[in-house]
């Protein structure tokens, strides 16, 4: 059984960028949340992707996009960044039966200058 | 608006003895708690869970206890070892599609 990996581990982008975060989830899971961890904060909840939909949002503005695969593979899109993006991007995986634990991946750490 | 509070940023505690965590929660439609572990340069790691209609929930060294009419829960660690120093996160969803909301965390340091 494979865990929920991330890629790339470390990113620097330049403000006004675009950047692509991507997310295989642990084997048999459906569900792929994205988390955004700013440095002494808590992971806060940006979407969640079930069966390729999107199925829920936290309060993140619409240049923050995503999209998930057949596969249940996913990506977090993010336009024209700006300096405050700078965070700890964490993919977890879980089965969409509710009630069970969310499987982290070791997260995609992006720092815009 | 932060749903979930983790107050103690920061707790040391001796080896063997008991690490208490706590953290406490708003809104009461939350139903389903956990606490993850993260180490440095790794993603959270998932500990233990408790729903909302039990009021204890042990694993091995690991109990966390609910208290719904104080909004409350804490995370105990009996006995304490240096392996446990992590951030630890209290988190808790509304439903069931495990749209987790975090606390702020608290590091704890196990002293040998």
């Known amino acids: 059984e494979t865990g929920v990996t991330q890629s790339p581990t470390h990113l620097i982008k330049t403000r006004g960028q675009q950047v692509t975060l991507r997310c295989s989830s642990q084997s048999g899971h459906n569900t792929v949340s994205w988390y955004q961890q700013a440095l002494g904060q808590g992971p806060q909840f940006i979407f969640q992707y079930y069966r390729e939909e999107e199925n829920g949002r936290g309060n993140f503005p619409p240049r923050f996009s995503g999209l998930q695969f057949p596969n249940y593979s996913s990506e977090l899109n993010v336009n024209a960044l700006e300096l405050d993006d700078s965070a700890l991007y964490l993919c977890a995986s879980s089965f969409w039966t509710g009630g069970g634990e969310a499987f982290f991946g070791q997260g995609t750490r992006l720092t815009v200058v | ?112």
Not at chain 2, 25 to 52: R, V
């Open chain 2, 1 to 112: 608006d932060q749903q979930v509070k983790q107050n103690s940023p920061s707790l040391s505690v001796q080896e063997g003895r008991i690490s208490i965590l706590n953290c406490d929660y708003t809104n009461s439609m939350f139903d389903y708690f956990l606490w993850y572990k993260k180490y440095p340069a790794e993603g959270p790691t998932f500990l233990i869970s408790i729903s909302s209609i039990k009021d204890k929930n042990e694993d091995g060294r690991f109990t966390v206890f609910l208290n719904k009419s104080a909004k409350h829960l804490s995370l105990h660690i009996v006995p304490s070892q240096p392996g446990d120093s992590a951030v630890y996160f209290c988190a808790a969803s509304a439903n069931t599609g495990n749209q987790f909301y975090f606390g702020t965390g608290t590091s704890l340091t196990v002293i040998p």
